[in-house]
């Protein structure tokens, strides 16, 4: 064997390795913020329909079933139920009991509890496998679904039912602030938070690097301090950090096209007085404000990230630009983003008018080379 095979056996062994590693420390992994992240296993069983409609059914009206819900979806379903779709002629309507399965026009996966094998299927249906995770935290099926899926729910923009973690709205009102004031109480640097330390971005080293520079507090499991990590208390933290803080590192767990979760996008729903620091992905800018937070990636080093986080950190005018912009914005909390991806899934299916469409051989594909 020539050294450089040699060189990519090895190579290739330690990164499978790596990979499975991984997948043990995601399939443990815990929430964050209680009622947000798709990480909980628990599915909900029970079988209540959520609609008291069936009787309307007629020939515009579509069912979809989503087939194992999780349970922390529940509320925006009931969401979804009393604000409906408009503009089109379809009606939906969303159960979650197994015995619609004949009557759905669509039927959705969540990935994290799919069955082992898959029910009957209605070759005039459309069955959508949901994940909100990046490729190295899904679970991915095993080869009992092959060619059963025909859609994708994700936070890919280009999903075919895209469901991302938050949508950026421009305000009617801006947020206003004395900014002079809300700059003067800011006495420390910079906050870093995480429950999950060893993950494919390497954060936690990016930020060791950082903090050879800047002065950053780093909390939850992977810091030394506590704030309200996994409770309610969560937003108290976030309002907390707010006041003390000039930047909030909000760094994923991978660096994915579109991959940005509730971690950043809090930022700009809670009326936090607070600059993001991203660490990718590039498109971040097509999604996020200009002028309202930093990417690391726009660096080439960590040394050259913190020169420019003290530039705006120490200037009250320049790091108050920053904010006054971001205070321009909110983003749609997740009752609202669940209902417009339901409502762009029925309105998809109500435009194949029952038209078969040709399913995937495996889900994994859309994701091609990127993670
Ligand atoms: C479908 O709906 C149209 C208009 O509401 C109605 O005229 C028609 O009878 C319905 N067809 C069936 C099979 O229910
Ligand atoms: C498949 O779905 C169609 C339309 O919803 C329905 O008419 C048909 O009975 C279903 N077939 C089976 C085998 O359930
Ligand atoms: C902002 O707060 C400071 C005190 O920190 C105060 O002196 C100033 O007058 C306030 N400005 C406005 C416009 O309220
Ligand atoms: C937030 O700050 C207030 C005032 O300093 C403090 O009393 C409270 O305990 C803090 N909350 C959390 C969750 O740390
Ligand atoms: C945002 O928070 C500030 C102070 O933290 C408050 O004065 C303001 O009213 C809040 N605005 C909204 C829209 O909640
Ligand atoms: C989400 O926003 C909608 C519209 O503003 C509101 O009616 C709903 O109560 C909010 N839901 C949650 C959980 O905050």
């Known amino acids: 064997m020539k050294p450089t095979n040699l060189a990519f056996l090895v190579f290739g062994i330690t990164g499978l390795l790596l990979v499975f590693i991984l997948g043990y420390f995601s399939s443990s992994e815990k929430i964050y913020f209680t009622d947000v992240h798709p990480h909980i296993k628990n599915s909900d069983t029970q079988t209540t329909s959520f609609n008291g409609e069936s009787n309307s059914i007629n020939n515009k009206t579509l069912v979809i079933l989503w087939y194992n819900l999780p349970f922390y979806l529940k509320s925006s379903v009931t969401y979804f139920q009393a604000n409906k779709c408009n503009n089109f002629r379809s009606t939906c309507i969303l159960s979650t009991v197994h015995s619609d399965i004949l009557r759905s026009s669509g039927v959705i996966f969540t990935h994290s509890t799919l069955p082992r094998t898959p029910p009957m299927k209605n070759t005039s249906q459309v069955w959508i496998f949901n994940t909100l995770e990046n490729k190295a935290f899904t679970h991915w099926p095993n080869t009992a679904w092959d060619y059963k899926f025909e859609w994708t729910m994700s936070y890919r923009r280009n999903a075919d039912v895209s469901r991302p973690y938050g949508k950026i709205i421009r305000l009617d009102k801006s947020i206003h602030r004395n900014y002079s004031e809300v700059f003067r109480q800011k006495t420390k640097f910079g906050v870093w938070m995480s429950g999950h330390c060893p993950v494919p971005s390497r954060r936690k080293e990016y930020i060791e690097q950082l903090k050879k520079y ?11 301090k506590k704030c309200g990590v996994r409770t309610p208390a969560m937003n108290e933290c976030l309002k907390n ?4 803080y000039k930047f909030y590192f909000s760094f994923e767990n991978n660096i994915c096209r579109d991959y940005s979760t509730e971690k950043v996008f809090n ?14 992905p590039p498109q971040a800018g097509e999604y996020l404000p200009k002028g309202t937070f930093i990417n690391a990636l726009d660096f080439t080093s960590p040394e050259k990230l913190a020169k420019k986080l003290k530039e705006i950190g120490s200037s009250e005018k320049l790091y108050t630009q920053y904010l006054r ?10 009752s609202e983003i669940f209902r417009e991806s339901m409502c762009s899934a029925c309105k998809k299916l109500d435009q194949l008018k029952g038209k078969n469409i040709i399913a995937k051989p495996k889900v994994i594909d859309v994701f091609k080379n990127e993670c």
């Open 241 to 244: 950090f707010s006041r003390d």
């Open 325 to 334: 912009e971001k205070d321009k914005y909110g983003s749609l909390n997740n």
């Open 267 to 280: 930022l700009y729903q809670y009326n936090l007085s607070i600059i993001p620091v991203v660490n990718g």
């Open 214 to 224: 800047i002065d950053i507090d780093t909390f939850g499991s992977c810091g030394k």
